[in-house]
């Protein structure tokens, strides 16, 4: 922001303001730290949802890959993988919130926050509960699968039994 306090003189662009009598005055009610926050919101929103659509792609890549018998993968597995990146978008999501919220906050925003985060941490527990169902599952499968099946299953066993 400038403020003038004198007549312009002619010079170099940066010279004649500095001669002008225009200074930079720093914003005293906290605008350039608000402003830094209104631009990083938009950007860890955007990290959230690319999270969150990579781990969708990347999931029902896993799952179109598990159902064609190409690489095996247990349904728990790919719910698992999935989850893990539910959580983490979620979590990007939330601090979003918190930015936006942590500069200026009024009641009526601090109120939303308040239902976001309770909304939310309900969410992530169940997905918390849910992940960690999913990666018993998992593992109770690969302990009840018997070691030469599991060696037989790998690519490098396949291939080496196409030979």
Known sequence: MLARTGAPRAASRRTARRRAGYRRVAPRDGSLARDVVDALIPVVELIGAAVIGVG????????????????????????????RFLALGLEFQLASHILG???SPTFAEI??????????????????????RAHRIVDDERRSVPPARRRAATPAAVDGAAR
Do not use: D, K, W
């Open 56 to 83: 969708v792609l990347i999931a029902f890549g896993a799952y179109v890959l598990s159902e064609l018998a190409c690489v095996p993968r247990a349904y728990e597995a790919v719910r698992l993988l999935l989850g």
């Open 111 to 132: 109120g939303e926050l308040a239902a976001i985060v309770a909304i939310r941490t309900v969410l992530n527990h169940f997905l918390a509960q849910e992940i960690e």
């Open 101 to 103: 919220t942590a500069v």
